[in-house]
């Protein structure tokens, strides 16, 4: 997660929201990572989780990854949360909660949701406290520029 934190950094100081991504196999190899990349690629899609899953999807040539972890800074969007549950994601692991937009406990919980036809493992709360700190930091500091322009 520290890794994740400080690739993050970077991206917000490029103008996208701190958040990174990363997908290990069952041998704790790195098989997908991805960063925001709304702005830089005007793509409502270019959410970190959803570039790590393309990345890992290419490499491993499968869309299935029971096996696999996901690790994010952020908890997932509903959107993010969507794609993980279609790609059989079997565990995710965030630090920071998002009470306004997070799907796996956040605002709701897709996760465990009647809905949902697989059952992924969530463990929140990762240096919680450092990711929560660098979002809030990099909106305060996105809001203080905007008044100042």
């Known amino acids: 997660m ?19 991504a990363l997908i290990l196999d069952s ?11 709304r702005e830089s690629q005007r793509d409502p899609l270019g959410h970190a989780e959803l570039i790590a899953l393309r990345q890992a999807a290419w490499i491993r040539n499968d869309w299935r ?4 972890t996901l690790i994010v800074t ?3 969007c509903p959107m993010c949360a969507g794609a993980l549950i279609q ?6 692991i965030y630090g920071a909660s998002d009470p306004k937009r997070g799907a ?16 992924i493992v969530i ?3 990762v240096m919680k406290d450092i990711a929560s700190k660098q979002l809030q930091e990099w909106f305060m ?9």
Do not use: W
Request: charged content about 25%; overall charge positive.
């Open 74 to 76: 952020l908890e997932p």
């Open 123 to 125: 463990k929140s709360g």
């Open 2 to 20: 520290a890794r994740l934190i400080t690739r993050a950094e970077r991206v917000g100081a490029d103008g996208e929201v701190p958040v990174s």
């Open 27 to 37: 041998n704790g190899h790195c098989i997908g990572h991805g960063s925001n990349r």
């Open 87 to 92: 790609a059989r994601m079997g565990q995710v």
């Open 141 to 149: 500091q996105r809001r203080q520029y905007s008044r100042e322009n």
């Open 65 to 68: 990854f029971n096996d696999c």
């Open 104 to 119: 796996f406990g956040g605002t709701l919980d897709l996760a465990n949701h009647k809905s949902s036809h697989h059952h």
